[in-house]
C-alpha cells in the first residue's frame, strides 16, 4: 500500500503565499522590537557613561518633574527615590527601599 501526500516528509515544501505573509509580518515585528531594545539599551549606557566619567553633583533638592531645571550629571534624592539629571531639564529617577 502506497501512502501519498501532498507534501513531501523528507524535502520542506515551499511556503503557501499566506504562510509567506505571515513570515513577513512576524519578521518586521521582530525587528522593531529589537530595535526597541537596542535604542533603550543605548540610552541606559549613555546615561551610566556619563555617571562613571565623574560627571555629577551631589545636589540639595528633588526635582518636582521630570522636565525641572537641572544640569546634567545633578544627583538627588528623597526617603523614596534618586533622581538624576540626564541631560538639562531631563530627570529619570530609580525607587528606593529597605531590605532586610
Do not use: H
Not at 553633583?57 to 537641572?70: C, E, H, M, Y
Amino acid at each position: 500500500m502506497e501512502l501519498k501526500t501532498d507534501r513531501n516528509p523528507i524535502l520542506p515544501s515551499l511556503p503557501t503565499e499566506e504562510e509567506k505573509g505571515d513570515f513577513d509580518r512576524i519578521t518586521r515585528f521582530r525587528k522593531g522590537q529589537l530595535s526597541i531594545l537596542r535604542d533603550t539599551m543605548e540610552n541606559i549606557y549613555d546615561d551610566l557613561e556619563s555617571l562613571l566619567k565623574g560627571n555629577f553633583r551631589l545636589v540639595n533638592k528633588t526635582p518636582p518633574s521630570v522636565s525641572a531645571a537641572g544640569e546634567a550629571g545633578e544627583i538627588c534624592y528623597d526617603s523614596s527615590y534618586i533622581y538624576i539629571c540626564v541631560a538639562d531639564s531631563s530627570w529619570k529617577r530609580v525607587a528606593i527601599g529597605t531590605w532586610a
